[in-house]
């Protein structure tokens, strides 16, 4: 069964802090890591991993994957009160009929204190 | 272009009643899925269809639950009589290519079971 743990599973730092958010896998046939960002209801795409060692950027997160050690981490720099969500981690999982389905982990709850 | 659109957004119910929500996914996109997420929880896959067909229910308590999307476009999920434990928000969610990629995700159903 494919499996995705992330960590911390929250995390409250100042505005202007660092974080960094973990997630490690266990999928078969492993073909990408997807990252979103769930504020209120939905979540919203943030970034696809394919490769190792290619960071994506998007303003002030990037992200990273280590296919090896089979893990990926966001990085948010400068943090701000807008920031405060669960992140989520998922890998796609192959379903049949050539579909797949996403395995999410629980999420890290980010809470940006001004 | 238009979201996934989901009705409605919130829904309280008493134990063993029953309830029923709708989804519209984007235009053009074949698989649609169901899930459900439990207050600290990542989101569960509870059913995915291609088109309107399903590919995997095998999450999906089929002794209460349903889920039908008749002409391929829009669904609705059923939860016949529904038990305290399924107060939780449903999302459902779109993509293209079977959901290797990117999934987009409409704004969710609250459900509150008393």
């Known amino acids: 069964e494919d499996k995705v743990v992330q960590s911390p599973l929250s995390l409250v730092v100042h505005e202007g802090d660092t974080v960094t958010l973990n997630c490690s896998y266990e999928v078969t046939n492993f073909r990408s890591l997807l990252w979103y960002k769930q504020e209120k209801k939905a979540p919203t795409f943030l970034f696809m991993l394919t490769s190792s060692g290619i960071e994506k950027k998007s303003g002030r997160l990037s992200s990273i994957l280590d296919k090896k050690e089979l893990f990926s981490i966001l990085n948010i720099t400068a943090t701000q009160t807008g920031d405060s969500a669960v992140y989520l981690c998922a890998v796609p999982s192959y379903s049949g009929a050539g579909s797949y389905q996403l395995t999410f982990g629980k999420g890290t709850k980010l809470s940006v204190i001004p | ?114």
């Open chain 2, 1 to 114: 272009e238009a979201g996934v659109a989901q009705s409605p957004r919130y829904k309280i119910i008493e134990k063993r009643q029953s309830v029923a929500f709708w989804c519209n996914p984007i235009s053009g996109h074949a698989t649609l899925y169901w899930y459900q997420q439990i207050l600290g929880q990542g989101p569960k896959l509870l059913i995915q269809f291609q088109n309107n067909g399903v590919v995997d229910d095998s999450q999906l308590p089929k002794d209460r639950f349903s889920a039908e999307r008749l002409k391929g476009v829009d669904s609705t999920l059923k939860i016949q009589p529904a038990k305290l434990e399924d107060s939780a928000v449903y999302l459902c969610a779109s993509s293209l290519v079977g959901g290797l990629y990117e999934q987009y995700f409409g704004p969710g159903t609250r459900l509150t079971v008393t």
